[in-house]
């Protein structure tokens, strides 16, 4: 059953594309397999003449289909969002430990490379640069909010050395850390 506002063939494109931007708003359903998917689901893709569109997951199911293994289409998230929110949980709680890519490979289950590619895709960042992110977010509301000296600032927002700290402060921020401070204390909140 075809959505009233998509034609077989503007949906076809999608599955196609693997579109994400269409997840929810119909599922691909084979016939050969009695699978249904979202239209962004990476699986080979069928035989066109093999393919059903569904406008809900309980239609495909009414019509004896199951939900694909691979990209979960009965989760609110696709299983990649599920691990770019994993991994950013796990960073999060443990920004202030030397985490290794490694490390966080072994906590999701996956290959580092594999990973950091989906990682990577979904978020434009790799895991190791997100961490520096959370750490450098952390320490500017240390310095903005608290007495604490750079040096203090530097550990409890979980770097190791001091000059990996400044050096990356001043990348992502555009400031050294105690200009930083200076310009948040001039600015009124």
Not at 13 to 21: M, N, P, S, T
Not at 53 to 68: D, L
Not at 112 to 121: A, G, N, T
Not at 147 to 166: I, T
Request: net charge positive.
């Amino acid at each position: 059953m075809e959505r009233a506002y998509f034609t077989f063939d503007e949906m076809w494109e999608k599955v196609i594309a693997c579109d994400r931007r269409y997840d929810g708003l119909f599922y691909t359903a084979v016939k050969t397999t009695k699978i249904y998917c979202r239209p962004s689901c990476r699986s080979r893709k069928p035989k066109k003449s093999n393919v059903e569109f569904y406008s809900t997951m309980a239609e495909a199911e009414a019509k004896g289909f199951r939900a694909c293994k691979r990209c979960r289409p009965e989760t609110e998230y696709t299983p990649d969002e599920e691990l770019v929110r994993n991994v950013m949980a796990y960073l999060t709680a443990r920004y202030k430990d030397s985490i290794s890519l490694q490390d966080i490979a072994v906590h999701v289950g996956l290959s580092p490379s594999y990973l950091e590619r989906v990682f990577k895709q979904e978020t434009a960042e790799t895991p190791h640069a997100c961490l520096e992110r959370i750490r450098i977010d952390k320490a500017a509301h240390l310095l903005t909010h608290t007495r604490l000296s750079n040096l203090d600032v530097c550990f409890e927002a979980g770097f190791q050395s001091p000059s990996n700290f400044y050096k990356i402060f001043r990348k992502r921020k555009a400031h050294s850390p105690s200009e930083f401070r200076k310009l948040s204390e001039a600015v009124p909140s």
